[in-house]
């Protein structure tokens, strides 16, 4: 079946380091593909998503390429702020009609040291 | 301002005791989703319904129920039968758009601890 897999966390970076967090995706069709973020204690939100092959999703500074060929959405972001510690999900919809058909990798915890 | 409201932040159980937790949205979304987030893991789906009076079991439907009377609201009760109930619990809507494209909006979640 679908999947999604991410890099394990914790990753701790330093304020104005360079972030790169890696998704790879298991997945039938041609899917969506999706990341979203959750801060300490709240649910998640959208960060950014992609539709189709080659699309780049991008929203405050975070970007991340719709690669088909290695079937992966790395989520990248030039200069983190303390305010990116969060957890990142990354996520696939199928392209079926189904509602169910959203399937969410297991999270990365970032956090950002001054 | 539109969004989705969950309560109680959180909530309590007793051992053999049932609980309601409260899901509502005022996105106009045909969608809504209970997912269950324990620690480390990453979300797991519980229930869906796609329509007012209709709802799916997700992955790990068991120990608990669902109610969809009006297209705001979609309460989860967490039943006795469920032995592991301590979690985060995050609700979620959605509205029709491509096939695969929907995105989902969430609400803040409900911590429930088992006393």
């Known amino acids: 079946g679908d999947s999604v897999t991410q890099m394990e966390g914790p990753v701790t970076l330093s304020e104005e380091a360079f972030l790169t967090i890696n998704c790879t995706y298991t997945a039938t069709g041609y899917p969506s593909l999706f990341w979203y973020v959750q801060y300490p204690g709240e649910g998640l939100q959208l960060l950014l998503k992609?539709?189709?092959?080659?699309d780049k999703g991008s929203n405050k500074g975070f970007e991340a390429t719709y690669r088909k060929e290695t079937t992966s959405f790395h989520l990248e972001k030039g200069s983190v702020q303390v305010s990116d510690s969060a957890v990142y999900f990354c996520a696939l919809s199928g392209d079926e009609t189904s509602y169910d058909k959203v399937i969410f990798g297991p999270g990365t915890s970032l956090s950002v040291i001054p | 301002d539109g969004g989705i409201t969950q309560s109680p932040k959180y909530l309590f159980r007793k051992e053999g005791q049932n609980v309601t937790l409260s899901c509502e949205q005022n996105l106009n979304h045909d969608a809504m989703y209970w997912y269950r987030q324990d620690p480390g893991q990453g979300l797991r789906l519980i229930y869906y319904?796609?329509?007012?009076?209709?709802?799916q079991k997700g992955d790990i439907a068991e120990g608990y129920s669902v109610s969809r009377e009006k297209k705001e609201s979609f309460p989860l009760t967490v039943t006795s039968a469920q032995k592991n109930p301590t979690a985060f619990y995050l609700c979620a809507s959605s509205t029709p758009g491509l096939a695969g494209q929907e995105t989902q909006y969430f609400g803040p979640g409900t911590r429930l601890l088992v006393l």
């Open positions: 319904s796609q329509i007012v009076n209709d709802f």
């Open positions: 992609a539709t189709k092959a080659d």
